[in-house]
């Protein structure tokens, strides 16, 4: 019986293990364009939103933390994601260049990255970040 209860014991924690989230921030795409930043990283968000594997970690703007220390109050302690998602967003014309990293916060090691060209246009921008959100998911699970 002992055995048994060893052996459940042991299964449940590797499964606790197995299923534990990776936390991921997501930060502000770097790009000239604000709209183009913001429908980016919203829709990034949505996707890994979605995900069972990943755990969003939101971090304050820098205008919250200016903000805070302003006003007297004190700034918090965030938790701190294992992973920082890297956006950068190259426009030229009618056409982006998405590219999109995960790096490991403690070792600052590109662990997955993806890019993408599309046309500039909300809907088009949209699907492009879908595709990458997709593939950054994907090649995570492996």
Same mark, same amino acid.
């Given at each position: 019986?002992?055995? +048994?209860?060893?052996?459940? $014991?042991?299964?449940?924690? +590797?499964? @606790?293990?197995?299923?534990?989230?990776?936390?991921?921030?997501?930060?502000?795409? #770097?790009?000239? /364009?604000?709209?183009?930043?913001? %429908?980016?990283?919203?829709?990034?968000?949505?996707?890994? +939103?979605?995900?069972?594997?990943?755990?969003?970690?939101?971090?304050? /703007?820098?205008?919250?933390?200016?903000?805070?220390?302003? @006003?007297?109050?004190?700034?918090?302690?965030?938790?701190? $994601?294992?992973?920082?998602?890297?956006?950068?967003?190259?426009?030229?014309?009618?056409?982006?260049?998405?590219?999109?990293?995960?790096?490991?916060?403690?070792?600052?090691?590109?662990? #997955?990255?993806?890019?993408?060209?599309?046309?500039? /246009?909300?809907? /088009?921008?949209?699907?492009?970040?879908?595709? %990458? $959100?997709?593939?950054? %998911?994907?090649?995570?699970?492996?």
């Amino acid at each position: 019986m002992k055995k +048994l209860f060893l052996i459940l $014991a042991v299964a449940l924690s +590797l499964t @606790a293990v197995a299923q534990e989230k990776k936390t991921i921030t997501i930060q502000q795409p #770097n790009c000239k /364009s604000t709209m183009v930043a913001k %429908l980016v990283y919203g829709t990034l968000t949505r996707e890994f +939103l979605k995900s069972e594997e990943w755990q969003l970690i939101a971090r304050p /703007s820098d205008e919250d933390i200016k903000r805070s220390i302003q @006003a007297g109050e004190p700034v918090g302690d965030m938790p701190k $994601a294992q992973y920082v998602l890297v956006t950068e967003i190259l426009e030229d014309e009618d056409i982006c260049f998405v590219e999109c990293k995960i790096i490991d916060t403690e070792t600052a090691v590109v662990v #997955n990255s993806a890019m993408e060209m599309t046309e500039q /246009s909300p809907k /088009s921008i949209q699907e492009t970040c879908v595709s %990458l $959100a997709k593939q950054l %998911l994907k090649e995570q699970k492996q």
